[in-house]
């Protein structure tokens, strides 16, 4: 196993082709890299993700997030 400290590390040992990695559907809209093809990765299990935030954060902003967080997971 290869473990690396970044997502932009991460490319690179992906592309050195020292692994493989499951990413979602935008990092490939956002990344550009010759050495990296994106296969759809079909019939796979739901994956949990945790929104957190530091309570004395700004409370605006983290609501504005979490709400599109959560319209955006209603969507699929």
Known sequence: MVETANYDEWL????ANRGIGIV???AQRRTQH???RFVPLTNAPPSPVS?????DAQRTLIRRF?????S?????
């Open 12 to 15: 690179e040992t992906v592309a």
């Open 72 to 76: 955006a997971a209603t969507l699929e």
């Open 34 to 36: 010759p050495a990296l």
């Open 51 to 55: 929104l957190v935030h530091f309570p």
């Open 66 to 70: 979490l709400d599109a967080a959560l």
């Open 24 to 26: 979602p559907e935008v």
